[in-house]
Every structure is written in structure tokens, then in C-alpha cells.
């Protein structure tokens, strides 16, 4: 492009895009111990800690036996993605979805500032009732908002349709350790078996929340 230029190289770094791709996933599979992780659900875990950075992440997966038949089962099938975050919706990748499904975050619907106020919680809470009408059979990811994942749990145990699937990582200090924590008791608890994978603790976001979801859209690393 007419007056462009590349400037002086000063440092010493790999910038051919595919190395990086490619040696990234060899970092990680050197590195981090996934002995604990369903063999399915190998590559799950890798493009988390691939969107984290961090290979101790492994040690704090819980991933359910039955989450990779049952999410990506349901993403061939068609089924939505309902997401908390703008920036988990953004985060997924459109070609690796299977039926080009639909990516739906509703928590800059016009409806939910004052659902939020009749409820009395947050916006992010809020919106997950708007995911009623579509949430029987979705894959769900919360990725963000400890009150969302808290919420959805809430709605299902009150007899509300039941998600084909959960990524349920919301990050934060108040509620996100205790919100994943209740994720993963749901079914010694309530009775109520739905696949999912968390990560135990304080840490989550949207980042690890999508490349969840896009290792559970597609086989291919």
C-alpha cells in the first residue's frame, strides 16, 4: 500500500501467523498437565489455556463426561449460542460453526434496564430471562457475569427449559468462585444433569468463554 512501510526490525520474534498458531498448541500440550481432562475434551481445555495464557489452568477445569457429545451435538443440530457478553459473542468464530448458528447476546435488548429493575439484579441476570423462548436444546456461555450464571441455574431449577449445554466461566471476586461452584453441584444437588465446563475459582472472561465454544463448534484445532 502506497506509503506504508514495515519499520526497522529491532526484536527478536516469530511473526509468520501460522508458526505462531501451530507452535502455541505445542506450548501448551508441553506444558500443561491434562491428565484430568476428558479425552474428548482435550482440545477444549487446550484452546482455553491457549486463550488464557495460563497452563496451570488445567489443574481447575471441571469438564462433565457428556459435555462435547451433548454441546456439539446440539450445534450441529442448529441450536443457538446465548451468550452473557458482547465479547464472548464476538470471540466465537463464525466458520468453525457447524450450522452457521446463531450468536445471540440480549444484554443491550431495550427490554432488560428495566426487567433489571422489576428483578432487582443486574442487566446481565436480567437478560438471561429474555433467553427463555430459545434456550431448551442451546448451548449456553457465560463468561462474564457471576449473577448471569446464577440466574440461569435459578430459572432451571424453577422448571425453566433446560440448555444442552453450559460454558459457564464468569470471572470476577464477588460471586464467581460460589456461582461455578453451584454449576458443578447441580446435579448431586438438584437432580438436574447438564453438561458443562467450568473453571473453579476467581478466574473466567469472555476470552476462555469463546475459545471454549470454538473448540466445542468444531474438531479441528
Request: charged share 20%.
Amino acid at each position: 500500500m502506497s506509503g506504508l512501510r514495515r519499520p526497522a526490525r529491532r526484536y527478536p520474534y516469530v511473526d509468520a501467523g501460522a508458526d505462531i498458531y501451530v507452535d502455541s498448541f505445542a506450548t501448551i500440550r508441553r506444558e500443561a498437565d491434562l491428565t484430568g481432562v476428558p479425552a474428548d475434551a482435550e482440545k477444549v481445555a487446550v484452546r482455553m489455556i491457549h486463550g488464557s495464557g495460563q497452563v496451570d489452568l488445567a489443574r481447575d477445569l471441571v469438564v462433565h463426561p457428556g459435555l462435547l457429545a451433548a454441546a456439539r451435538g446440539a450445534l450441529e443440530a442448529g441450536a443457538p449460542i446465548l451468550c452473557d457478553a458482547t465479547m464472548v459473542a464476538t470471540g466465537v468464530t463464525a466458520s468453525r460453526l457447524p450450522a452457521s448458528n446463531d450468536v445471540i447476546c440480549l444484554l443491550n435488548d431495550p427490554r432488560v434496564p428495566d426487567l433489571a429493575r422489576a428483578f432487582g439484579t443486574t442487566r446481565s441476570a436480567a437478560a438471561v430471562s429474555l433467553w427463555e423462548p430459545m434456550l431448551a436444546g442451546a448451548v449456553v456461555a457465560i463468561g462474564n457475569a457471576p449473577t448471569a450464571l446464577f440466574h440461569l441455574l435459578e430459572l432451571i431449577l424453577d422448571g425453566g427449559p433446560r440448555p444442552a449445554a453450559i460454558v459457564g466461566c464468569p470471572v470476577g471476586f464477588i460471586g464467581a468462585a460460589e456461582s461455578k461452584q453451584a454449576l458443578v453441584d447441580l446435579a448431586a444437588d438438584h437432580g438436574i444433569d447438564i453438561p458443562y465446563v467450568t473453571v473453579l475459582g476467581r478466574r473466567g472472561g469472555s476470552a476462555m468463554t469463546s475459545s471454549a465454544l470454538n473448540a466445542l463448534a468444531q474438531e479441528a484445532e
